[in-house]
Nanobody
Framework: QVQLVESGGGLVQAGGSLRLSCAAS????????MGWFRQAPGKEREFVVAIRTSGETTRYADSVKGRFTISRDNAKNTVYLQMNSLKPEDTAVYYC??????????????????????WGQGTQVTVSS
């Protein structure tokens, strides 16, 4: 069982940076790949990126490529999303999620939100122009 809590969201100006954190409870964090998703009002939930226990990452969504970086610290049971050069279109609620299957399956599998077993409550990111 895994419980996830996101933090680090807030209001920033375009061009600014934020670092999101997702802390996991329990002692089985290293058994899960971790993904970041985001959802803007009226939009479908969008896959951002995921990272496996080894540190291997999936491809980033085209909309964030070159600006966002995912990392994890297994000793601290925490995954991070560093977001630079933020744009107003990045405004959304950001969710972290845990997947046991993503450890073993393809990047396409990891992009499917239906394959994630646990979800955090989300943290709001608002980028003003």
């Amino acid at each position: 069982q895994v419980q996830l809590v996101e933090s680090g969201g807030g209001l920033v100006q375009a061009g600014g940076s934020l670092r999101l954190s997702c802390a996991a409870s329990g002692r089985t964090f290293s058994r899960y790949a971790m993904g970041w998703f985001r959802q803007a009002p009226g939009k479908e939930r969008e896959f951002v990126v995921a990272i496996r226990t080894s540190g291997e990452t999936t491809r980033y969504a085209d909309s964030v490529k070159g600006r966002f970086t995912i990392s994890r610290d297994n000793a601290k049971n925490t995954v991070y999303l560093q977001m630079n050069s933020l744009k107003p279109e990045d405004t959304a609620v950001y969710y972290c999620a845990a997947s046991s299957g993503c450890i073993y399956y393809s990047d396409s599998y990891c992009k499917n939100p239906g394959t994630y077993d646990y979800w955090g409550q989300g943290t709001q990111v608002t980028v003003s122009s």
